[in-house]
């Protein structure tokens, strides 16, 4: 009989807390960690074989927390890694889910001109995994990405409200919305995303619609554990949380806050020796 774990959820750094926070909202009757490898972010613009290596480790070192379901609560990861991992590395019993899928399973009940916008770091841009996904469930809907290679370090370094935030917010949504006249919605396909939020409506035109991921990851979930009521009954109940960083938990602790919404306690964990 499989023994009973906390529910797993991963990301590069602190961008998935803001997944997480929508999930505990939704369900937080479970036992969850969160592990954020913040040692080696940003996982955006590294290569694929990387991304699917770090991910793995991390993963991992989740199961080995008793976790029996991890959530990739991460856009590179869950572009580059989640298949690898999901066709080549499981134990028996144990699942991993991404933020892709969700997304792209319900993108169609946003747009109306079959027009969407993908907004990205490079990584999840280059992967195509948004446009594959998308166009394989929803082949009438045309998709435009645009990377966004400072917007993560700006959420980072908390200049979400500096001149330069302004700028390059303003610069990406213009250089995107140029792509097509029609385009009626954007996903926000970065966790870290949500906290430009104001920024991004600013330069928005209003009838287009923003969708970030956190609440429909959270959804997808109840109904994942509706149709899998085997994996829901291998996750403990008991309201818990913890958290684990891969560098230092004190940083971790203050810049958590931003993005969880209420102040954390967390632990180093090392994923691989020095890390």
Known sequence: ???????????????GLT??????????????????????????????????????????KLFEQGCNLVILACNTASAKALRSIQQQDLPAGKKVLGVIR????????????????????????????????ISKMHPEIE?????????????????????????????????????????????????HYPLLLPLIEQYTPPHIHILAQGDLVAKSLVDYFKRHPEVEQACSKGNSLKFFTTDDPLDFEQKANIFFGKPIKAEKLEVVRGI
């Open 102 to 133: 969700p997304t792209t399973e319900n993108i169609h009940l946003f747009t109306k001109s079959n027009k969407v916008g993908i907004l990205a770091t490079q990584g999840t841009v280059l992967s195509n995994s948004y446009k594959m996904e």
């Open 143 to 191: 998709v435009f990405q645009q990377a966004c290679p400072f917007w993560v370090p700006l959420v980072e370094n908390n200049e979400i409200h500096g001149e330069g935030a302004h700028f390059f917010v303003k610069k990406d949504i213009e250089e995107l919305l140029a792509k097509s006249p029609d385009m009626d919605t954007l996903v926000l396909a970065c966790t």
């Open 1 to 15: 009989m499989q023994h009973k774990g906390p529910i797993g959820v991963f990301d590069s750094g602190y961008g």
């Open 19 to 60: 997944v997480f926070k929508e999930i505990y909202k939704r369900l937080p009757q479970y036992e969850y960690v969160y592990l954020g490898d913040n040692a080696r972010v940003p996982y955006g613009n590294r290569s694929f074989e990387t991304v699917y290596e770090y991910t793995k480790e991390c993963v991992f």
